[in-house]
Every structure is written in C-alpha cells, then in structure tokens.
C-alpha cells in the first residue's frame, strides 16, 4: 500500500490566490513525522515546512501551513498569496518510527501560478 | 547552502558498464542517503549510511551497491549499468535518524543507460 498518496498530479493556480495541496498518509505508528518539499525547474529538492504526530498546532513557515488533520491522516500543504516563483513540483514525505525513520516520498503534484 | 556536492551532474553511459557516483558533504552528518528520481513515483530511497562503514539497502536497492570509507564520502556504484536505471540520482545527508530530522539533499545526477 502507498505509504504517501498525493492526487492531484497537477494544479493550477491564479496569482496571488491561496492554493492547498492535498497529502495523505498511511501508517500504523505513533511517532511520525511529515514534510513537505518543493522541486523547482531546476531540479533541487528544497525543504518547505514539518509537522511531527505530537504537534497539535499546525506548523507555519512563512506563506507555507500544513493542514494537519489526523484522525483523517491528511497533511496539506496550503500556500498563501502565490507567487510566479512557486510554480514547481512539491512532494510530501513521511518518517515512521516503524520504518527505521527512512523518509517516504509521494508521488508530487506539479503547481503553476498563472499570472 | 548546505555542503554537499554530487559528482557528476550529467552522465550518459551503455549498457552493461559500470558507474560510479559519488556524494561528497561537508557537514559532518552522520547519515546520507541516496534516492533516484523517476516520473510518478516521487523519491525513492536506493542504500543510506548511518556511519563510516556502515549501510544498509533501501526499497529499491537491486543493483545498486554502496560504500562509505569517510564521514565524508558515500559512493552509489551500478556495477552493470541497464536502461531502467536511468534515473535521477539525488544523494542526501541529515545530522540524526529521529522522526524530525530534515534531510538536506543535494544538486542531483542524472544518469541515462542507453
């Protein structure tokens, strides 16, 4: 079973809306932790923002929050006033406790801002 | 940016061959990681290193071997190069193994097996 699911392969967005990315995860541990990263056209892998299983707030970073539900075991990536900059792909990732903490990737969504 | 350096960036090789890529960081981190990069299936881990010296395969690690002799360096080594390695090769450190420890990743490689 996929242990990171993101449906949506590709999205697009008007400048300066709000856009939430969609991430759900599948595990049986208690101790996890999520992250999201963003994968310009350049290529390189940038860390956006992290939620461990014990936060009960939602993290934030900047225009980046995480809309962490977890008796639904979604995390979703909601970015504020998008930018022509954040046209990329972004990915979601899991460490479980159970899994030797190694991180899990899904599949990505690819994001473009529309002027 | 963090120090870590991919060599090289760009290979295209032949079936059959071998190939070595090798990750170099400055960090001093304990862990590194190598991951491959194909459409749809996001990152997937290949082999990590938690110490010089010691490894361990990942999800997809068939045909892959590595080596770490230095804090410094870990090596990704397809001994017998086939087009479905073709790939992405992205090579990444982190200071511990917890459940918040953020992997820092590096330029990337790309490897085409014709």
């Known amino acids: 079973a996929q242990k990171i699911t993101q449906t949506q392969p590709g999205m697009f967005v008007q400048e300066k809306e709000a856009v939430t990315l969609d991430c759900t995860y599948d595990t049986s541990d208690q101790s996890y932790g999520l992250f999201w990263y963003k994968q310009p056209s350049s290529g390189e892998m940038i860390f956006l923002i992290y939620?461990?299983?014990?936060?009960?707030q939602n993290a934030t970073e900047g225009r980046y929050s995480l809309n962490f539900q977890k008796a639904r075991k979604s995390a979703n990536l909601v970015i504020s006033a998008s930018q022509l900059g954040d046209s990329a792909m972004y990915f979601c990732a899991m460490r479980e406790g159970n899994a030797g903490n190694m991180l899990t990737f899904g599949g990505g969504t690819r994001l473009m801002v529309k002027p | 940016d963090a120090g870590i350096t991919q060599s090289p960036r760009h290979k295209v090789t032949e079936t059959g061959t071998p190939v070595t890529l090798r990750c170099h960081q400055t960090e001093n981190h304990r862990y590194m990681y190598w991951y491959r990069q194909d459409p749809g299936h996001g990152l997937r881990l290949i082999h990590y290193s938690y110490g010089v010296k010691d490894t361990d395969k990942g999800e997809v690690s068939d045909g892959y071997s590595v080596s770490r002799s230095k804090t410094e360096d870990f090596l990704l080594t397809l001994e017998s190069a086939t087009s479905s390695q073709t790939s992405v090769y992205f090579c990444?450190?982190?200071?511990?193994?917890?459940?918040?420890?953020?992997?820092?990743f590096g330029a990337g490689s790309r490897l085409t097996v014709l």
């Open positions: 990444a450190i982190s200071e511990a193994s917890g459940t918040n420890d953020v992997l820092t």
């Open positions: 939620q461990g299983s014990y936060d009960e």
